[in-house]
């Protein structure tokens, strides 16, 4: 159960905009204490002093995608005085085109973000989670995690084991009191597909599905300890039942399709 206590805290990555501000005012709202972890200063500062009016709010700016960076943040944590009793993975980012074409360097970068800062987090604040018996860990998978990827192969391999990596871990820790879930959305109209380099043309550039309802659903998936959290019923219904009955080379078809579209 999320608890007040001063002393505990909720850290929130990639909590300075789109699906991770609005879970961190979900969680201020709340009466959660806040780390937000972020890169970018200026719209980390922003969105911490809009949450200091209702909440203590701690930052930490990393950048998630350099080696050692998990560690860091726990080290900067430690040196609070605060124990984190719920944590919420959240930074993640993607890339479009062609694997054989793509930046190296940033597969990598997204690799470190998606996978390896997101697991060491999880790692290092797990151990006293599992000691007090109590805590709540929340990734951010995607959709894409049931799904084959062609032009952003890279993306949803990371996101396939977001998915795999929380659904394990909860069972693991099935009866330990920490519970893990994984929300699972479809494309959310936030800076993602901007930065990704995804036409505007492209259903996931084009999607109306906002942060504000994502985060509205994730966080109560979270507290009632729901290992999958798949938003929407649509989304529920594809990834529970078409999916299983699609031959996988219609999918990959299928996908290398929808992914192409409005692209130059």
């Known amino acids: 159960m999320l608890t007040g206590n001063h002393k505990f805290f909720t850290l929130i990555t990639g909590a300075n905009s789109g699906i991770g501000l609005e879970l961190a005012r979900h969680a201020a709202a709340d009466g959660h204490d806040l780390i937000m972890v972020a890169r970018d200063v200026p719209s980390l500062e922003a ?24 560690e860091k943040v726990s080290y900067q944590v430690r040196a609070l005085g605060v124990e984190v009793d719920c944590l919420i993975n959240n930074a993640g980012f993607g890339d479009y085109g062609a694997f054989a074409a793509s930046d190296l360097a940033r597969q990598q970068w997204m690799i470190g973000v998606n996978i390896t800062s997101l697991t060491a987090l999880t790692r290092l604040f797990l151990t006293a989670m599992l000691a007090r018996r109590r805590g709540h860990i929340l990734n951010v998978a995607s959709v894409a995690g049931f799904l084959p990827g062609p032009l952003m192969s890279v993306y949803y391999a990371t996101k396939h ?3 795999a990596f929380s659904e ?14 994984a929300l699972c959305p479809p494309p959310v109209s936030t800076a993602f597909s901007r930065t990704a380099g995804i036409a505007p043309a492209n259903f996931m550039a084009a999607t109306r599905t906002t942060p504000a309802e994502v985060a509205r659903y994730g966080y109560r998936m979270m507290k009632r300890g729901k290992p999958i959290a798949v938003y929407s019923f649509k989304y529920r219904l594809l990834t529970a039942f078409l999916i299983r009955i699609t031959p996988r080379f219609a999918l990959r078809r299928l996908l290398h399709y929808m992914n192409k579209r409005g692209s130059h």
Do not use: C, F, M, N
Not at 171 to 178: A, T, Y
């Open 161 to 163: 084991y977001v998915l």
């Open 47 to 70: 969105a911490a002093g809009e949450l200091r009016r209702s909440v203590k709010v701690h930052i930490i700016a990393q950048d998630l995608s350099q080696p050692g960076a998990a």
């Open 168 to 181: 394990s871990l909860a069972e693991e820790l099935r009866g330990s009191g920490v519970k893990v879930t």
